[in-house]
């Protein structure tokens, strides 16, 4: 069960997709962003369903902290336009390098959640000049192990909900359980992603996401050579043991742990203060 609201600063000045964003012109589409602060460049990669203010706690502390932040909307999401013909966390890896090298101020700093965390994996081991760290937040970079009878079902499930008219909503009432403390912002927040999810074409994102396989993402964390630091919360939902499963991403990278105590998978959302302050600690150490 989720914890009730805490309260957490939330001034509608520095929710970043509250405002114009700017765009990445791709071969198929616009990919949304905003740009905020000066200083070493750092990329927040957003996890599947969300949107870029999912950073909304996390970017004005880094900004705070002398940093220039990018948040992202990923491909299909947010402001970002639809209609891509690839939705792995390669594709979006490729939309991370091509941002940087528009910005043309790397090597950058990442941070991504859960398949964002994948996405940056695949910028850092395909580009190593243009990463010089990364915060990987909930990480699914691997295809995690299961029976074979769960994984079917577990399918089966996500297949029935999100060809559901009332997928969007369906959604955002998963969206909760993700979450073991809730901002005091949660319910804005999930409005804002249920509606994004309404628009015609949005869940095509969502469910190219979710089904996409994860094994070349796996395949190349020996590629990658890029300082890490593995966010994980010890209640996240999303893994049958998150210290195990921060253990073997951290292991595999030669990166280091934070472990967010009673947080679930949104751990910076959960508790931005201290993940924000471990995160600025990090970046200033590797940049």
Known sequence: MARQPVPVPKPASQHPSLHPPQYLERPEGRLAYDDQGTGPLVVLVPG??????????????????????????????????MGWSDYRASAVGSDVIALIEHLNEGPALIVGTSMGAAAAVWAAAERREAVAGLALVGPFVRDVPQPLHKRLLQGAMLRLVLSNPLAPKLWGAAFRSFHRILPADFDEHRARLVANLSEPGRLDALRGMIFASKAEIEARLALVKAPVRVVMGTADPDFADPAAEAAFVAQRLGGSIMMVEGAGHYPHVESPGPVAADLVAFFKRVR
């Open 48 to 81: 599947l369903g969300d949107l870029r203010s999912e950073y909304r706690f996390l970017a004005p502390q880094l900004v705070e902290a002398g940093f220039r932040v990018i948040s992202l909307d990923l491909r299909g999401h947010g402001q970002s336009d």
